[in-house]
């Protein structure tokens, strides 16, 4: 098997039925994993006319299967941790072991001007912390007593560029809070797990054009958006599943607590 397979492997990606999560499971199926996607709504990308032409209209568990892949949705709040739980032993019982999990369930809301450190509103501050760093503990919690009894495992969490620094302005600091928080949370399990052969690590993408959010970054002005990227372009799902790709197999079996920018370049530090 070379150190990228990922043949009898069991992979979970949470809030993998659209945006860069589908492009995670996709490129974990293509390894050869089976794969297990979880989302609180697995049809959401119907939601939003460009995310649903681009996946052209079909479920995340039918395009997993296109690679002779076993794959499944599970329909699952990360907020909710008895429900995250129950979901993985399922997951468990059902792929016969979880061996790689993808903490990518997540995501901001309100606007820069209504999110500022001072004044945004406490449940808006509660609810994206619970969905981006509460979804990550739960989702690890619930993962790793099923990687110990493997001794192999390969947790990667997601944060985001707004995790590292603020932006000029300091709108979306509950989001940029709840990222930190995820970077912080990702070394501390990495120092517990590495003994017991499972690494944990973190990526930070910039802005990634995913179906959804291209249409937005158009609306803002793509090119006063790219100016200070170096490749002078947006992410792709593709580029972070590429990243994604190292972190998951053996190609990085030495590499654990790290957090890895997807920003063509952006990052200062
Ligand atoms: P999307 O909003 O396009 O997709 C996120 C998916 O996660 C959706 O299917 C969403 O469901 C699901 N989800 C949200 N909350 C929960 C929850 N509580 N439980 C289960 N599933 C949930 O996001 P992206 O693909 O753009 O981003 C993926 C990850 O990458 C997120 O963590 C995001 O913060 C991070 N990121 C994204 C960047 C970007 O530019 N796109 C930049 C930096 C980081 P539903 O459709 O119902 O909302």
Redesign the pocket.
């Known amino acids: 098997m070379s150190a990228k397979s990922l043949n009898g492997k069991t992979a979970i990606v949470?809030?993998g039925?659209?945006?860069?999560?589908r492009a995670y499971a996709l490129r974990l199926a293509q390894l050869g994993a089976d794969v297990a996607v979880?989302?609180?709504?697995v049809r959401?990308y119907e939601e939003y006319d460009a995310e649903n032409k681009l996946v052209g209209g079909t479920p995340a568990e039918e395009a997993l299967r296109k690679f002779g892949r076993k794959a499944e949705s599970y329909t699952?709040?990360?907020?909710e941790e008895d429900s995250v739980k129950s979901t993985f032993d399922q997951i468990a019982a059902e792929f016969g072991s979880i061996d790689i999990v993808v903490c990518?369930?997540?995501?901001g809301s309100g606007t820069p001007a209504t999110t500022l450190a001072s004044s945004v509103d406490p449940s808006d501050f509660t609810a994206v912390v619970e969905?981006?760093l509460y979804?990550t503990y739960f989702t690890c919690r619930a993962a790793v007593p099923h990687m110990r009894d493997n001794g192999w495992g390969r947790i990667i969490t997601?944060s985001?560029?707004a995790g590292r620094r603020a932006d000029r302005g300091g709108g979306y600091a509950h989001y940029g809070a709840a990222k930190a928080g995820i970077i912080m949370y990702t070394k501390y399990l990495a120092q517990e797990l590495g003994p017991a052969g499972i690494t944990v690590n973190c990526v930070a993408?910039?802005?990634?054009a995913?179906g959804?959010?291209s249409v937005m970054f158009e609306s803002m002005g793509s090119e006063s958006l790219t100016d200070e990227v170096a490749l002078r372009r947006f992410g792709t799902p593709e580029d972070c599943a590429d990243v994604l790709q190292f972190l998951a197999t053996d190609q990085s079996s030495y590499v654990t607590g790290t957090v890895i920018p997807i920003d063509g370049g952006t990052t200062e530090f």
């Open positions: 949470t809030g039925a659209r945006g860069i999560g979880v989302d609180q709504n959401s699952c709040d990360v907020t990518n369930a997540g995501g969905r981006n979804g997601v985001s560029q993408p910039g802005y990634i995913t959804r959010l």
